[in-house]
């Protein structure tokens, strides 16, 4: 269970950044901060913890969880797994137009979810952190220079984490790395470039890792799944190295995590029933995945939390009544918000389709895991795979796992292997990872584009396999979209690669929308990212309009 430690000095980070302000709006005094408050680790360490926080949201009831909903919101309801109530069941209200425009592709820069401010006091309670915690400690004389280089990286990983998503999500964003409480500071700062931004990212989280300054692990399980450690900032390193098209440097990075002996997938077993007919005296086999191993699966993963397949993952506990934002968006019994896409015959069929040699196999992340008879999305709503939370839940935000990685490694080697020429070795180890995922989740035969195939593996034939795995292996979780947007810019979005696109835009929206969307999709790169919102523009005279959006 989730510790009590953790949540009281969670709270204390929450008084501590209740009363900040908007910080482009009101800067705050520099030197009362130094003064007032940057004195000792504890201090420091409270400040540090505020930053977790504020990866969910604001301080406010309000804002409690609006970063967590962008999350969502960014990764899948622009893709072709979940979608606004109003496309699934047309009859229906919408409780959020703003969804709707994601979804057809018709954005407006006054939509709610192109504001970018919470990811931006983020960064800057990150940026406060980095620069003040030498000034703590040279007033504290127990603050030991390794203790404070580990705070000051772990602000550094939750800032790179957060920049990620900006970045993947409106490409050019302004990237600050100083911290806004200076009096004579410029507020207004122009957009750096995504690729400069990443490369400038990973510069900071390979410092971190040759320096060492991240531990293997804390003194509980929640603080080791919940705070950045070394392993939780390689897979975020892994993930930039992987969009940015350094291969090599993603599997070596992957590795480390995968050797490292930390983390470990839960089996889901095989049970067989032989059934011998006496009269013809033929025995039949009929293949069960356990449902018990499948109970044990989401509730260690899910219900719970902090398995041994997490890597790092926010923190929500039923028992201080800290929740998730999903339960009046999913609901066990109606969703007020989204639900599945396209619809339970197009998931089968699409992304888990039953199996064609025995009728009782199944994948186990299909229909009552990932999502509902009813078509509604239970990841994250469900205490166990059949019983929902009431009136609130408590499932924690996964942002890597053990999972991730091996794919992400069988990604890399895959990509390797096609500007190779298709080099055989490598594509067989991708394959190789691949279903390690596979069969320890029982995916079917149905959805295996290798079964029964003899010869040489085509590269693109095992990419599109991977990238489909992902969808399977993550539905719900935040990355269909930009697992989908990383294929498709590949080459300078070439056709086959954009393609990806193409085919996700025909069962993303309503029919009527799909042309529309189409034409946007493959006509203008500009629209696979979102605008920036009208507020920030006139707050700030030196940020330029994603040019689709002018």
């Known amino acids: 269970m989730k510790s009590q430690k953790s949540i009281i000095i969670l709270l204390i980070a929450i008084l501590t950044f209740t009363s900040c302000s908007d910080w482009l709006e009101v800067p705050p005094e520099d030197g009362v901060i130094r ?4 004195k000792t680790k504890e ?5 540090l913890m505020g930053c977790y926080i504020s990866l969910k949201g604001g301080s406010t009831s309000s804002e409690a969880n609006d970063c967590v909903k962008r999350y969502f919101v960014w990764g899948e309801l622009r893709a072709d797994m979940a979608a606004p109530l109003q496309i699934v069941q047309p009859t229906q209200s919408q409780k959020d137009p703003n969804l709707l425009e994601l979804n057809t592709g ?4 006054l939509n709610t979810y192109t504001d970018w401010s919470l990811f931006y006091r983020t960064i800057n309670q990150c940026n406060t952190v980095i620069e003040f915690s030498p ?3 040279k007033k504290d004389l127990s603050f030991s220079e390794k203790l404070m280089k580990q705070y000051i990286a772990e ?3 939750i800032r790179s984490l957060t920049y990620f998503y900006l970045l ?8 600050i790395t100083q911290a806004s409480i200076y009096d004579s500071q410029d507020y207004l700062v122009s957009q750096t470039s995504q690729t400069d931004i990443v490369d400038s990212l990973i510069v900071t989280l390979e410092r971190i890792d040759q320096e060492n300054t991240l531990p293997s692990s804390y003194n509980s399980v929640v603080f080791t799944k919940g705070r950045f450690t070394k392993w939780a900032m390689k897979a975020l390193l892994a993930d930039l190295y992987l969009w940015k098209s350094d291969y090599a440097n993603c599997i070596y990075q992957c590795n480390q995590i995968i050797e490292s002996g930390q983390f470990s997938l839960i089996s889901v077993g095989i049970e067989k029933l032989y059934n011998e007919n006496l009269t013809t005296m033929i025995s039949d086999t009929a293949n069960f995945a356990s449902e018990g191993d499948i109970d044990n699966l ?12 997490s890597i790092f993952e926010l923190q929500y506990s039923l028992d201080d009544k800290l929740s998730n934002p999903f339960f009046t968006w999913f609901g066990s019994t109606k969703s007020n918000v989204a639900q599945i896409l396209p619809n339970m015959t197009n998931m089968r069929g699409v992304f888990f389709p039953e199996s064609l040699i025995d009728r009782n196999y199944y ?7 990932s999502y509902n008879s009813a078509g509604n999305i239970w990841k994250h709503i469900g205490k166990t795979r059949l019983e929902g939370y009431e009136g609130s839940s408590y499932t924690n935000w996964i942002f890597y796992r053990l999972a991730d990685v091996i794919l992400m490694k069988a990604e890399a080697l895959a990509q390797e292997a096609i500007i190779e020429g298709d080099n055989q070795s490598k594509l067989l180890d991708a394959q190789a990872l691949l279903f390690e995922i596979r069969n320890i989740r029982n995916a079917t035969e149905t959805s295996n584009p290798f079964y029964k195939q003899s010869g040489s593996i085509e590269g693109k034939t095992i990419e599109k396999a991977i990238l489909m795995e992902r969808a399977r292996e993550f539905c719900f979780e935040g990355k269909r979209w930009f697992d989908v947007l990383r294929h498709a810019r590949r080459n300078n979005y070439s056709p086959e690669n954009l393609k990806y696109l193409e085919d996700m835009s025909l069962i993303s929206t309503s029919p009527e929308k799909v042309g529309s969307l189409q034409n946007k999709w493959l006509n203008n790169f500009g629209s696979h990212y979102l605008p920036i919102n009208a507020d920030e523009l006139k707050r700030n005279s030196k940020l330029v309009q994603n040019e689709f959006y002018k």
Not at 43 to 47: A, F, P
Not at 106 to 109: F, G, Y
Request: proline share 2%; charged share 35%; glycine share 4%.
């Open 135 to 137: 000034i703590a400690r």
């Open 106 to 109: 018709e954005i407006s820069t």
């Open 35 to 38: 003064d007032q408050f940057w």
């Open 298 to 309: 989401f509730t260690k993963v899910y219900g719970e939390g902090n398995s041994t397949e």
């Open 363 to 369: 994948d186990v992340r299909s229909e009552k895991f």
């Open 168 to 175: 993947r999500t409106f490409r050019d964003v302004p990237y």
């Open 43 to 47: 201090e420091t360490l409270s400040s």
């Open 155 to 157: 602000a550094e990983c």
